[in-house]
């Protein structure tokens, strides 16, 4: 069962927080997932050997490009791999065994020690929806995201129960510019949020950046020996490693901070058409991106990621929740595993372009696989819409109540005395029934999950009430969180530090909106 | 890869079969799916056991009732249980021995032999909607079902794809007498359809005369030798076998044709509110009514069933696609596989009112746990809504789409050399693109499944087409289907005599609404 404890902030001290503390609408959070449950292997021990040993000719016939980047072909050369131009190929077992060095699993901590996410083993820690430059809610339509909705998802996610992780760009701020919304983002996530988040990659500095502000939030000796950012590394796939990522990879492994490096592949296009071919493709990119972190500093965490869609070949449209995406997700994990990383997939995808049964259907279809796949960093487990093009508000509570299904699901079976309920089939007994027994009233109020979004109703009540779908229900909890979010409590003096760093970056440069 | 083949009326002869060949719109049905992939075991060694044996301590210390039918209580006596009024008790492994004799697997016959499913083993048979008297349409609202529904369902099945079998009761044709209704309902399934069908349980006498109209369609002979029909026993949960069903189940058991055997459980009120309890009761409940089936046949084929939901314990309702019921369902199919029997459960499930984001998750989590429970025969695989009391013209539609889903990822992962894919990477190396590749000209029409409901259109069209939902989009496809729907070829002798025994068996008897 999940544990679930009451909102409290660790960190606020003196009067204000005690007032705080008192008036502060009750926000239940559930830790993360620790899975109770097997995962679903859909690769039998041939097919692993055979993905991974043609993963393996990958890297030592193909190669990998690192463009730009003549300090990593350096490390390379001096690791023992064949460079030619910016092309590196890797020997046999030479990645693998670079990729030994990293952590099985690693702790992220957050400002809220309660908060803490562990990353790997069986755990899965949700994390809502990334990069979308839109925004959508049902009474504004879809829209440029700005600086405020960024704030607002930001506050969801710290109302969300069943969501462990604040994120990173919960959508992209495009009020503000390129080069400094950054500093904005982080900012939010630190102040409106105790979980855990993540930090800039688009450019090295704003990854230097996010360790300085990570460094004010926590204290420099902390962020020195703990992690406290996982960050998004995409591979630019095929077999690329681009200067800007690399980058922000090296700066965040030298800091002893987390990233997920992540082939970035809509199936038939950046990858074959074929599950087996894009596995391989994966894991030949995974091995190589991590090796390279290790190469930067042995012991990095690093997270095997894997963001895989298929195509539509008509239309050349990326598809979601789509079998072919569940296999190779679900593959791999098993690759994953044996290479002993902690695992990164899957999220409540859709391309659909509003918070209907399509997004429902494709969503639930790819939170299952997540789940079953072993999956150990879900992003964009919640809010995800219109191919990723789109946050949407109402999505976002909409998919966060589900992830509670999977909290429960994983928790297994209860097999206790009390589980087993056989008193309760006694006292029944043929015909009766079960509303009022001993056991169900001694049970009834953690025997089922409860969703705070979805209808029960009568239907008669139901169409009283306006006859209103998952869409207008949603809306309603959006409106609802918002009104009654209060910021987690934070120590004023490093609140004004903060802010202080965030407004001496921003005026130390012009704004760029490229 | 399903096996996927277009339409061909097999039994049809004459001018007028082959003018209808030469003019029908082309139907492709995909053949029942053979799982390739692992089913999810949840319950450990340990909990099974603890399981099995409570449930014999049900059967044995607790007991079943078998009410108003003392033909029955004589049969158990013989067998060796302990019969006290209506209550028999099952001494421990005499209801396991019993269904020993029933088959692990067999065949259900279609009118066209290519429609014929293999029910057990590693496939799954996917069956629509069972039961609802309302029906709904986005034009039309929610009301009453008719006959003219019935049909109009029953088109929808044959035209859909990835459904396999037509189905029974797929809506309740109010505007039929109770008495009579049956007879309209078998004979659209036997002249609309040339798919699988249920015969009628809601009386013996009705049982009887679903298995008269079956020997007018396939001959007398082939209904003695072969299964023609698999019909729905629901147990009245606690512990309660009634004498209309059991009436049904021996009257099929005797003709050799197939029951399932199927618990009717809202968690909360007709079990225990705890997994682990409920399994129990499931369990012992399955073992009295196979057993019994083998009594009344030995070798009679039945399918261990488990209708499952849980309870919002607020309002009494029944709730769907929740993880306590997924739990119930997949373990179910570890206890139905050790006693070596078929198993139904699961189903496209919702308490929504409409076919919106709610219905989509709740489906998707119910189909998703079906697969991978193990299940064999699927009953409620798509319309379901409200419940099931509603049957949905559009959420019919689209969920039989996403029935594909589960057929692809069934069908595993196909590592040949042309799956693994490595001149495809090899060609087109770091940087480069797939799209034009000659391993994805050669595969790409077959590379992935494809929905015919959902939209994967650019924005910009999509919003010029009219911004339309699920919802709206399903219910094109609908028109669009009814519209071409043509009749499978039937022997005109053979409709002429369903026509006739349907027309006499009416006229014989007033109408009753009863």
């Keep these: 069962m999940e544990e679930v404890v009451d909102r409290r902030g660790r960190r606020g001290g003196g009067g204000a927080a005690r007032r705080a503390e008192r008036t502060a609408v009750r926000v239940e959070f559930a830790r993360y997932i620790e899975r109770n449950i097997p995962n679903l292997e859909i690769l039998n021990e041939e097919a692993l050997e055979i993905i991974e ?44 065994k670079l990729c030994a060095t990293a952590p099985h699993e690693f702790t992220q901590h957050a400002r809220n020690p309660a908060r803490n996410v562990v990353i790997g083993g069986r755990n899965l820690v949700l994390a809502p929806v990334y990069g979308p430059p839109f925004v959508r809610d049902l009474n504004g339509g879809r829209r440029y995201a700005t600086i405020e909705d960024f704030r607002n998802f930001v506050k969801l996610g710290q109302m969300s129960k069943w969501l462990h992780h604040s994120g990173g760009t919960v959508c992209e701020p495009t009020d503000v510019a390129v080069n400094k919304r950054h500093l904005d983002m982080l900012h939010a996530h630190m102040t409106l949020s105790d979980k855990p988040f993540m930090g800039s990659v688009t450019e090295p500095s704003r990854a230097a950046d996010s360790v300085e502000m990570a460094k004010i939030l926590f204290g420099d000796a902390f962020v020195d020996q703990n992690t406290v950012m996982t960050s998004l590394v995409n591979i630019n796939s095929p077999l690329t490693f681009d200067a800007t990522m690399m980058g922000a990879l090296e700066v965040y492994a030298r800091a002893n901070q987390a990233c997920i490096i992540s082939p970035f592949i809509v199936g038939g296009a950046m990858a074959p058409v074929s599950v087996a071919g894009t596995l391989t493709q994966v894991l030949a990119e995974v091995l190589a991106g991590v ?33 072919e995406a569940a296999q190779i997700t679900l593959g791999a994990g098993q690759l994953a595993r044996r290479l002993g990383l902690p695992y990164r997939s899957a999220g409540g995808f859709t391309g659909s372009k509003l918070p209907d049964a399509q997004a429902a259907y494709e969503t639930s279809n790819t939170l299952n696989t997540g789940l079953l796949a072993g999956v150990n960093f879900m992003l964009h487990a919640c809010g995800w819409l219109e191919g990723g093009l789109v946050s949407s508000y109402e999505k976002f509570v909409m998919d966060a109540d589900q992830l509670g299904y999977l909290h429960r699901l994983a928790a297994g079976v209860d097999v206790s005395a009390n589980g087993q309920a056989m008193e309760a089939i006694r006292e029944v007994g043929p015909g009766g029934h079960y509303l009022g027994c001993d056991h169900t009233q001694a049970n009834f109020k953690d025997a089922f999950w409860k969703t705070e979004v979805l209808d029960y109703k009568p239907f008669e009540t139901w169409e009283e009430e306006g006859a209103r779908d998952t869409y207008a229900l949603a809306h309603a909890r959006v409106r609802k969180m918002l009104e009654t979010y209060q910021a987690p409590d934070i120590d004023p003096g490093i609140a004004e530090a903060l802010a202080d760093y965030v407004a001496r970056k921003k005026a130390a440069v012009p704004d760029a909106f490229l």
Tied chains: 1, 2.
């Design 291 to 323: 090796a390279y972190s290790q190469l930067i500093r042995p012991g990095a965490p690093v997270i095997f990621g894997a963001f895989v869609t298929s195509i539509d070949m008509n239309s050349g449209a990326p598809t979601f929740g789509t079998p």
């Design 53 to 96: 040993a043609n993963a393996e000719t990958v890297l030592a016939e193909i190669g990998v490009n690192f463009v730009e980047n003549p300090a990593a072909l350096d490390l390379w050369r001096e690791a023992g791999a064949e460079v030619d131009g910016e092309r590196v190929r890797i020997p046999r077992g030479l990645a693998r």
